[in-house]
């Protein structure tokens, strides 16, 4: 049952991001650049530049941890969910490389 939880989490987490991504863009407009989208949460406000350093250390914390025991269980594409985090959204790609954990460990027992 939890494993579902994740795949919904994965699912809102992709589009939420998204809209607001899809606005962001027709805000900048054509003045965008990949360092423009990504620093623009660190200029905005002193609440902004809070939350894209929680975003930032976070992300790369799980990253890491999703790596590691994506070894550990023996899961293959470990990769992809970092691929995931920087194309779609961490929001995405924790919760999808939940599911995914939940399925191996299921499979294993």
């Known amino acids: 049952?939890?494993?579902?939880?994740?795949?919904?989490?994965a699912l809102v987490g992709a589009s939420t991001t998204w809209w607001f991504n899809l606005?962001?863009?027709?805000?900048?407009?054509?003045?965008?650049?990949?360092?423009?989208?990504?620093m623009v949460g660190f200029e905005g406000s002193s609440l902004l530049g809070s939350v894209a350093a929680d975003f930032w250390v976070?992300?790369?914390?799980?990253?890491?941890?999703?790596?590691?025991?994506a070894r550990?269980?023996?899961m293959r594409h470990a990769w992809a969910f970092v691929v995931i985090t920087f194309a779609v959204a961490w929001a995405c790609a924790l919760p999808l490389f939940l599911f995914f954990r939940e399925?191996?460990?299921?499979?294993a027992a």
Do not use: C, D, N
């Open 103 to 107: 399925r191996q460990l299921e499979a």
């Open 72 to 74: 550990r269980l023996k």
């Open 23 to 38: 606005h962001a863009l027709s805000e900048i407009g054509a003045g965008f650049s990949p360092q423009a989208f990504f």
């Open 1 to 9: 049952m939890l494993k579902w939880v994740y795949l919904l989490g």
């Open 58 to 69: 976070g992300s790369t914390v799980s990253l890491i941890w999703m790596i590691a025991e």
